[in-house]
């Protein structure tokens, strides 16, 4: 009886070790589980991690993709802006402008932009961007005449400039006394009258009349070449007609007319910088029209020769 209740005691001591041998073990297992989840979260899992499209990308215009020519102009003034330091003249290098006394869309200033010679690959994307076929229409837009290319490239108080050139220079005061060969500053360097119609057979109707900047006039008519030249106050009244820009326009685009007759022809030629433009200008000739009297005035005027 004795020994049966000492294994009894023996048996509730043992289970009591046992369950207190537990009771630790799961205090362990528990504060375990806390520092590995106090280390997890002081690591953020990969998917927190910043991606690398939210970082902000560098400022730089990417002219050579970009389709708002307008926004290509802008950036490329900067562009001029933040590279034009130099230290001797020959460090500088016009881009940009016009090449010739021709119409056309400048990128930056009309006579060209001065930067420094280290920039010119740089410069190279904006102008092919801009000078490109998507920014066609835009130029066709945004036309500009009267520009040569920029003189007097240098290096100026750290930065290269240059000195604006225009294609149009005013003609020179003409009095009665000054020869008509004295007139100068045209920016044309020919104009002609032709004017032709029916005839009878073996006969030859057409007249031309070819007028230099300097009054000389080269005349056929009906066959009959003759030479004159124009008079002072002809040569001023003819300069202040067609040595401007609107009636450059004109002989590009074209004179707005009345209905022209079938059985006459008058027409316009008028050249500068090698490049000739010809107009037919019947209906202002004979019928009016806007510049009816623009036209009229200038044929009365040649055909005195």
């Known amino acids: 009886m004795h020994r049966a209740i000492s294994r009894i005691l023996f048996a509730l001591l043992f289970l009591g ?9 799961v205090e362990e297992d528990a504060a375990d589980v806390a520092v590995a989840d106090s280390t997890a979260d002081a690591t953020p899992d990969a998917a927190d991690a910043p991606d690398v499209a939210d970082v902000p990308l560098a400022d730089i215009p990417d002219v050579v993709s970009a389709t708002d020519c307008g926004q290509i102009v802008k950036d490329w003034a900067v562009f001029v802006a933040a590279h034009s330091a130099c230290t001797a003249d020959g460090d500088c290098q016009l881009v940009g402008g016009a090449m010739s006394c021709d119409y056309g869309t400048p990128i930056g200033a009309p006579s060209g932009d001065a930067i420094a010679k ?3 690959s740089g ?17 066709a837009d945004n036309g500009v005449w009267d520009a040569a290319p920029a003189t007097n490239l240098r290096c100026e108080a750290g930065a290269c400039k240059a000195d604006a050139a225009s ?14 060969a004295d007139v100068a500053g045209s920016i044309w360097t020919l104009f002609s009258v032709t004017q032709g119609g029916f005839c009878a057979p073996s006969s030859d109707c057409n007249s031309t009349w070819l007028i230099s900047p300097n009054g000389d006039v080269a ?3 009906g066959g009959v070449k003759s030479n004159a030249v124009l008079s002072s106050a002809d040569l001023a009244t003819l300069n202040a007609a067609i040595n ?3 009636f450059l326009d004109k002989m590009k685009s074209g004179f707005t007319c009345g209905m022209p007759p079938t059985d006459v ?3 316009f030629s008028y050249a500068l910088s090698g490049v000739k433009y010809d107009q037919d200008v019947t209906g202002c000739a004979f019928s009016g029209g806007v510049d009816g009297a623009l036209v009229q005035g200038i044929v009365a005027l040649v055909k005195k020769y």
């Open 244 to 246: 401007n820009l609107a």
């Open 265 to 267: 022809g008058v027409s």
């Open 167 to 180: 294609c149009m220079v005013p003609p020179d005061t003409v009095d009665s006394s000054s020869d008509a």
């Open 17 to 25: 070790a046992c369950g207190t041998k537990a009771a630790a073990t």
């Open 123 to 139: 410069a190279d994307a904006y102008l092919t961007a801009f000078y490109g076929p998507g920014c066609a229409t835009y130029r």
């Open 219 to 221: 005349a056929t008519k």
């Open 118 to 120: 280290s920039a010119k």
